[in-house]
């Protein structure tokens, strides 16, 4: 099991930043790589951002791009999203996600929720006008 605890979310105006985080306990953090996911009210859960195991690949959703970074420091345990440039669209409950990479430098890069095995509970952002 891995818990995942998502903190750093609120309330801010646009073109604002904030930084998420999400720290992981339980088995080896290293193992695994991250995700971080979106949800509005009466949308399905959005992929935004992935990373791998040693943080040298990222990825992220088109329009998250240029304005979101997502990184991690394996010796904290932790993930992060850097998000500049808010906008009111990124209001949402933000989520990391973490799933079961095999190799320390590779990719297993995946965008959809059922990818992967262990999730938080969410942060709100919400971005006002």
Do not use: H
């Not at 949800?39 to 990222?58: D, K, L, M």
């Not at 320390?104 to 990818?115: D, E, F, I, L, R």
Request: glycine residues 10%.
């Amino acid at each position: 099991q891995v818990q995942l605890v998502e903190s750093g979310g609120g309330l801010v105006q646009a073109g604002g930043s904030l930084r998420l985080s999400c720290a992981a306990a339980g088995r080896t953090f290293s193992n695994y790589a991250m995700g971080w996911f979106r949800q509005a009210p009466g949308n399905e859960r959005e992929f935004v951002a992935y990373i791998n195991r040693s943080g040298s690949i990222t990825f992220y959703a088109d329009n998250v791009k240029g304005r979101f970074t997502i990184s991690r420091d394996n010796a904290k345990n932790t993930v992060y999203l850097q998000m500049s440039s808010l906008k009111p669209e990124d209001t949402a409950v933000y989520y990391c996600a973490a799933r079961a990479q095999p190799s320390y430098y590779g990719s297993n890069y995946a965008n959809t929720p059922s990818a992967y095995d262990y999730w938080g509970r969410g942060t709100q952002v919400t971005v006002s006008s």
